[in-house]
């Protein structure tokens, strides 16, 4: 897009009375196939492009998209928001960008779209191969492959001009363990924001059995009890529950409202002294990473609860002026047709002194959660749910059964003072979250943690 | 260029590689969005967006490859794109293209009736439904979510038998959900309305349920865990209904994903139950005339007094089972393939009012919110575990508010158990496609709690 029409752009929406305008452009090429039980079903791929134009005045912000990126349209949208803005004309708009460089901490070796498909084909191959040698009790499987190239640029009336890309990939397989009647299923869904590569980083087939030996597990398990009881979580997906329980209500989305239980209790404690947990959007290659947020802001490591203090939110720029206080570089969006707003990127509980055996060995009897599933939260009551993909009961300091079907439940902020143990094996997982400004790509991680009583969803 | 020229130099390029059978989709969406809080605007959305398409069938294998872009470059490079993707496909299972003719002519697409409304009157109707919800209850703190939205999408679609439509579909509603706080306990409520017709829109009704919803679960408690009785609201029921439409896929269970496979005419729920999936259903907005392979849609029982009496088909899955496509292949975007959906869910109600079933069933629980889904259900077996809430029912009266349980059970066991249908049918709160139940009396679930 021309240099001219983005400041013309940004003019119309300034001069409409708007403090702050900005423009987001983005292409993307996707790449996704489908397998089942071996062979390939879908194969699908294309581009999309589109535009983001916002205008803020005050606390308000009005945002218009389109994939006509004539200069009619565009200027068009731009009219548009200027008409909603309803605020009094800015006589003299001056408008000054200055492209900024920005750090790549996500350098990529084999680019997505350079790779023949039929390499990617491979990949899904050996997922499938492992998952069906694992058991005989694998009736079903399923592989997804996933790859995505966005290139972007923002610029906005305070002068910002930036571009970036990212490249994202993602192998997601799924099995399904049969026995009479019954079926259970297991998970993997490893993903980075790297390329091709990324398969050169782990054993792709010997993923495919931890999915099949998920399913087999639970297939083989009884019911989970149901009622109060200590909770041992596993760490990677695990760090699902801080995600849920604390993460969501420290967005900006629902702070600035007053409608997060989190909303006033900065410098307060929060949770017990042994949690401490970051947003760290700068892991190199990592799925939730990215040079800038979706508003060009430089992304940074948030420290968000240190010994059980709360240190920070995460906050964009319209929740920056909402709360009067500085972006945390969280502004996040699905793609063009989203307004950004603050989104988690990598988040996760930090290590404690604990070896996970030890938190174990220490605990006469819970339920031991080795795999999450998803879960949700509302944020107004804290109120969360999530469930367990993989569950066993802890009996005299030892695991003994597994147990399936298994939900737990519970308020964000009782959750977090009732985490008692800490192990030292920090590790995270990929995920997608979904809320206000789309569906994300975002990393969960924790260390094992024991939780002293929390409600389990089960069965008798 | 547009559309119509795009799909013609598309269509040149097809047919000059050789390709046998294709087709082009192409929707385009137009959207309106806008919320308020504290009186003021807090987002506001005026989109527009549009893409195509391409599938490319050979061989029965279907490749697909998709743009927003028209023009000469994209006509040709969608179309070696989707040629490259099908030469990799594997599966024994044949593709085909639609033949039958769809006929749109006595079809009545969406009237644009929310277009019409002025820009300022949309924003101020979301400022009175915030306004009137803050009003109702003193204990009601905040309105976190007031939302007026509407859109409306035109589908285009074209195939190399000259096959093809136009239609266009959408509407509009409003949603809220607000916060009440008794100083101790924060609980929220929410509720919505969608429709084709601005007019069935009433503000008084949706603030005094959003307001109720709110205020009616403040003190609540948890219960001992068991087993309990329990009338399951329409929009819970619909919500976990949502594990019924993944089973009746037939690519679910022609995958072998689904527990119903070779189930066809066998009772598998309670004979009390109907369930029809509808083209038109009055004031959906889901309605449509053709699905997205060029098949009409039409009306079907899915369930008729217990027995299941069809899968829901694409083209594909059709062939594979020797029966007729259905209509019920759609795209929710031209970045996608075809998923198997419904289009208007219609569980036929009974005759009970909501306190009829309370009074029959003397005492056990009505729940009123299910949360988790997406990850505390599981579409292959059945089987959920939901956080869940609502209220205590003794002596066939609502006794107090409950929190911080959890409903576990298998999709159809809890079906098998419906003792009474209900005969206050609504609209469930589903993304994808229509869903009307009403609420329904169930002779016994698991129930967590921590009391």
Redesign the interface.
């Known amino acids: 897009m021309k240099r001219k029409l983005i400041e013309k752009a940004l003019t119309i929406i300034r001069a409409g009375g708007a403090d702050f305008a900005e423009l987001f452009l983005e292409q993307r090429t996707?790449h996704n196939?489908e397998m089942?039980?071996g062979?390939?079903?879908?194969?699908?791929?294309?581009?999309?492009?589109?535009i983001g134009l916002r205008g803020i005045a005050?606390?308000?912000?009005?945002?218009?998209?389109?994939?006509?990126l004539s200069e009619d349209s565009v200027i068009k949208?731009s009219k548009?928001?200027a008409q909603?803005i309803e605020e009094k004309n800015n006589q003299d708009v001056e408008l000054n960008l200055i492209k900024t460089k920005k750090k790549n901490i996500s350098p990529i070796l084999l680019f997505p779209d350079q790779i023949k498909?039929?390499e990617k084909?491979h990949v899904m191959k050996l997922a499938n191969e492992g998952a069906s040698s694992y058991s005989d009790q694998i009736?079903?499987i399923?592989v997804n492959y996933f790859d995505y190239r966005q290139n972007i640029l923002i610029a906005n009336s305070e002068g910002l001009l930036v571009e970036d890309e990212r490249i994202r990939t993602r192998l997601m397989i799924f099995a399904?363990a049969?026995k009479g009647?019954?079926?259970?299923?297991g998970f993997v869904g490893p993903g980075a924001g790297m390329g091709f590569e990324f398969y050169n980083t782990f054993d792709v087939k010997e993923m495919g059995k931890e999915a099949a030996r998920i399913a087999v597990k639970m297939i083989n398990a009884e019911f989970a009890p149901?009622?109060?009881m200590p909770v041992i979580i596993a760490n990677k997906f695990g760090g699902v529950i801080f995600h849920e329980a604390c993460g969501h209500a420290l967005e900006a989305t629902?702070v600035a409202?007053?409608?997060s239980?989190f909303a006033d209790k900065l410098g307060q404690q929060i949770a017990n002294e042994c949690v401490s947990a970051v947003d760290d959007a700068t892991i190199p290659n990592a799925w939730g990473s990215a040079n800038i947020d979706d508003e060009g802001f430089p992304t940074q490591r948030t420290l968000l609860i240190e010994n059980g203090i709360l240190k920070s939110f995460l906050i964009d720029k319209l929740g920056g002026i909402r709360m009067n206080l500085p972006s945390t570089g969280s502004g996040r969006r699905q793609n063009y047709?989203y307004?950004p707003t603050s989104r988690m990127s990598n988040t996760f509980i930090l290590p404690g002194d604990f070896l996970p055996e030890e938190i174990i060995a220490n605990t006469p009897k819970a339920l031991y959660a080795k795999k999450m599933?998803?879960?949700?939260v509302?944020p107004?009551?804290?109120?969360?749910?999530?469930?367990v993909r993989e569950g066993y009961m802890v009996e005299n300091g030892k695991i003994t059964k597994p147990v399936?079907?298994?939900?737990l439940?519970?308020?964000g902020f009782e959750i977090l003072k009732k985490i008692d143990m800490i192990g030292n094996d920090l590790e995270r997982d990929q995920g997608m979250c979904g809320s206000?400004s789309g569906s994300i790509p975002a990393d969960v991680g924790q260390p094992t943690i024991r939780v002293s009583e929390l409600?389990?969803?089960?069965?008798s | 260029m547009n559309i119509k020229e795009f799909k013609k130099l598309v269509f040149k390029n097809a047919n000059k590689k050789g390709i046998e059978n294709f087709e082009l989709f192409h929707i385009s969406s137009h959207e309106f969005e806008c919320s308020i809080n504290k009186g003021e605007i807090q987002s506001y959305k005026d989109a527009e967006n549009g893409g195509a398409s391409f599938k490319a069938v050979k061989n029965g294998k279907a490749g697909y490859s998709y743009t927003e872009d028209y023009n000469e470059n994209e006509a040709l490079r969608i179309v070696v794109d989707a040629l490259e993707n099908l030469q990799l496909i594997d599966s024994d299972d044949v593709d085909v293209i639609s033949t039958s003719t769809v006929a749109v002519k006595d079809w009545k697409d969406y009237d644009m009736a929310f277009d019409e409304i002025a820009t300022n009157k949309k924003i101020a109707d979301t400022k009175l439904l915030e306004e009137k919800i803050l009003k109702k209850d003193n204990r009601i703190i905040m309105v976190p979510y007031c939302f007026y939205n509407d859109m409306y999408n035109e589908v285009f679609f074209a195939n190399s038998n000259e096959v093809e439509y136009t239609y266009k579909n959408g509407g509009g509603g409003m949603y809220a959900g607000a916060m009440a706080s008794n100083g101790k306990q924060n609980k929220f409520g929410m509720d919505f309305c969608f429709t084709t017709d601005p007019k069935k829109i009433d503000i008084d009704r949706l603030s005094d349920s959003v307001a109720e919803k709110a205020v009616g679960l403040l003190d609540a408690k948890s219960i001992k865990s068991g087993k309990y009785q329990i009338v399951l609201n329409y929009n819970v029921l619909g919500n976990i209904l949502g594990l019924l439409v993944q089973m009746i896929s037939a690519e679910n269970v022609q995958k072998g994903f689904s527990l119903l496979k070779n189930k066809l005419g066998e009772k598998i729920v309670s004979e009390k139950i109907t369930i029809m999936d509808k083209r038109y259903y009055p004031d959906s907005i889901f309605n449509c005339p053709a699905d997205s392979q060029g098949i009409a849609t039409k009306d079907k029982a899915i369930i008729s007094n217990g027995v299941l009496n069809t899968y829901l088909h694409s083209l594909k899955t059709a062939l594979k089972d020797g029966v007729s496509p259905t209509g019920n292949a759609f795209r929710s975007s031209y970045k996608g393939i075809e998923s198997i959906m419904p289009i208007n869910i219609d569980f036929q109600d009974g005759e009970m009012t909501l306190e009829e079933l309370f009074k029959s069933m003397k005492s056990g629980l009505y729940i009123t919110g299910v949360q988790g889904m997406h990850s505390g259900a599981n579409p292959v077996s059945g089987e959920f575990s939901l956080s869940a809430e609502g209220f205590k029912i003794e002596e066939g009266k609502k006794a107090y508010p409950i929190e911080q349980i959890t409903l576990s059970g298998n999709l159809l066991k809890m079906l098998q158990n419906i003792q009474e249908i209900g005969s206050d049918k609504q609209m469930s709160m589903v993304m994808s496609h229509g869903m009307y139940v009403p609420s329904v009396l169930i002779k016994e679930m698991d129930i967590a709690g921590n009391e």
């Open positions: 996707g196939m089942n039980n062979k390939l079903e879908t194969v699908n791929s294309g581009l999309t492009h589109g005050g606390k308000k912000a009005i945002y218009a998209y389109t994939n006509d949208a548009r928001i909603a498909k039929d084909y009736s079903e399923k399904v049969t009647h019954e079926k259970e299923t149901a009622g109060m629902s409202k007053g409608a239980v047709t307004a599933g998803g879960g949700s509302n107004s009551t804290g109120e969360f749910n999530f469930s399936k079907g298994a939900t439940i519970g308020k206000l409600l389990v969803g089960g069965r």
